[in-house]
């Protein structure tokens, strides 16, 4: 008989893996990569993921030549991986030639500068956050963003979230009467949550003890990601090492960890070990008991575990998206199954293939154009729906809808725990009073 979901798989298949650069042998030339790609679509600068990963992989031996920096154009976005008939790791292989860049220098001291400033999304948090008023408007004001795109190169109309004036662990470690259950899970908080979008915390830890689970938050850190989709691999593996050090010894207790952010999920699961050759024992148990919130909540569905009955109706027409980092786990639509449920909430789905701001990309100033175009047919589909909110799954998409359209944008879990009658936070407090 199959354990709960909700109990750790210890028991490890035989792993063998493969560097992502011998996946460029089943490249068959297709192009169908390079037609479904986004930024190609939108630029020049970007010749396209064909030409990038597998052609041009074949020349970057050791010995030979760096490639030319037009890699640099690709976002990570990973539709090329999607779409791929052959199992190409066309964005894995981008990210480490982007890395070859960065060790070998060809990356100016002041752009570095920038995307290590931009990548250490933990750091910022804990600067800012405590003071989050003067941040706020230290970050957010004309002339401190003009200074920013001129001496460093942050795109002064790029979309840079707000500090809360409360960070996520400190609401929830201090709550009173907390729940207490034998079901336990783990939560990943990602920074998002943490140091800018408190509520969406709130709402999943609400939502999971209401389905009869103790949420644990232990110590714990950034995923990594930014690093990583900016070349700086040494630290992100010191942050990936520390994670699973932090963590994977709830996961031999026999919890599993669930988190909100489509992009941390992805990065404990899959993108760290595969960019970085991370497959310790650990770090494999960690990835295999790691999943999406709405994963989880589908999985508890199915085995008629999750709590529907009684599930107050939400008379909304809204606008969803699902990001790319979430398309890139591979599990169909979780969130989109479990929005479904909710009486009288209707969700129409977008077919865009990408909002553009791709994490760090589209701050950049030789990137944020590239950004908007790329995320055009997105905001007008928002735009269209015309609700008083959209949806969607990762933080910095949220944010970029939002700046694209004027709309304020969602997790969906923030639905779910409406549907409870749960307390939620602005914006959707407003929009359902």
Partial sequence: MNKPIWEAQITLEPHGPR???????????????????????????????????????????????????????????????????????????????????????????????????????????????????????????????????????????????????????????????????????????????????????????????????????????????????????????????????????????????VGTSTSCTLTLKEEAPELLDFYSDDARLLAANTFDLHEFLLYLWEAGELKTENLRPIPLQLAYHSPCQYRAHRLGQPSLEIMHLIPELQIVESQAACCGIAGTYGYKTEKYEIAMAVGQPLFAFVQHVNGPAAVCDSETCRWQITHGTGVPTIHPIELLAAAYGLPVEEPLATILN
């Avoid at 068959?28 to 630029?43: F, L, R, S």
């Avoid at 976002?75 to 052959?86: E, K, W, Y």
């Avoid at 949420?215 to 070349?231: D, E, K, T, W």
């Fill in 19 to 257: 560097p992502v650069e011998l996946t460029l042998d089943n490249c068959i030339k297709c192009n169908v990569c390079v037609t479904a790609c986004p930024v190609a679509a939108v630029t020049d600068l970007f010749p396209g993921p064909k030409y990038e990963a597998p052609q041009a992989g074949r020349f970057r031996q050791p010995k030979q030549e760096t490639p030319d920096h037009s890699v640099d154009y690709c976002s990570g976005c990973r539709v090329c991986n999607m779409v791929c008939p052959t199992g190409v790791k066309i964005a894995e292989i981008n990210a480490r030639t982007r890395e070859t860049l960065v060790n070998e220098a060809k990356v100016g001291p002041v752009k570095r500068l920038r995307n290590n400033l931009l990548a250490r999304s933990e750091l910022l948090g804990q600067v800012g956050q405590p003071v989050a008023p003067l941040a706020n408007l230290a970050l957010n004001n004309s002339i401190s963003r003009w200074l920013a795109e001129k001496t460093l190169g942050i795109a002064a109309e790029a979309p840079l979230p707000r500090f809360s004036s409360q960070k996520f662990s400190r609401w929830f470690n201090s709550r009173k009467n907390r729940y207490l259950s034998e079901k336990k899970v783990v939560y990943f908080r990602g920074c998002a949550t943490e140091y800018y979008e408190p509520r969406v915390g709130k709402a999943a830890v609400q939502v999971l003890e209401a389905n009869g689970f103790e949420v644990l938050l232990p110590a714990q850190n950034c995923c990594g990601l930014p690093l990583l989709s900016n070349g700086e691999f040494a630290a992100a593996r010191n942050y990936h090492q520390n994670n699973i050090d932090k963590l994977v010894g709830y996961v031999k207790q026999g919890y599993v960890i």
